[in-house]
Nanobody
């Protein structure tokens, strides 16, 4: 059975930083493309960032471009979402998802393309 577990959420002040972790269980995360999604209260879930299984390709939504980075640590079977310059609009539940794809350089933030999901971690940006 495969699943992913998110951690690292919490309360942070505007302008602050936070690092979220997505750890795989039962499978090797390096063989899967990983994406982060978020869902703010009263809004639909949206794609944030993704990284290909080789780590050569990454993509960020316009709303976080230049502020968020995504990277892998294969030794820990973990993908990280490093978030800088957080603002209240970043407040949401953040979800990690994994998918296998034949192209190791492929990633997408289209929600329907992912079939392994975590339970989410909450991020609140507030003073």
């Amino acid at each position: 059975q495969f699943w992913v577990v998110e951690s690292g959420g919490g309360l942070v002040q505007p302008g602050g930083s936070l690092r979220l972790s997505c750890t795989g269980s039962g499978f090797i995360l390096d063989s899967y493309a990983i994406a982060w999604f978020r869902q703010a209260p009263g809004k639909e879930r949206e794609g944030v960032s993704c990284i290909s299984d080789r780590g050569d390709t990454s993509y960020h939504a316009d709303s976080v471009k230049g502020r968020f980075t995504i990277f892998r640590d294969g030794s820990k079977n973990t993908v990280y979402l490093q978030m800088y310059s957080l603002n209240p609009e970043d407040t949401a539940d953040y979800y990690c998802a994994a998918r296998w794809h034949p192209d190791p350089n492929n990633c997408t933030i289209v929600e329907g393309q992912y079939d392994i999901w975590g339970q989410g971690t909450q991020v609140t940006v507030s003073s």
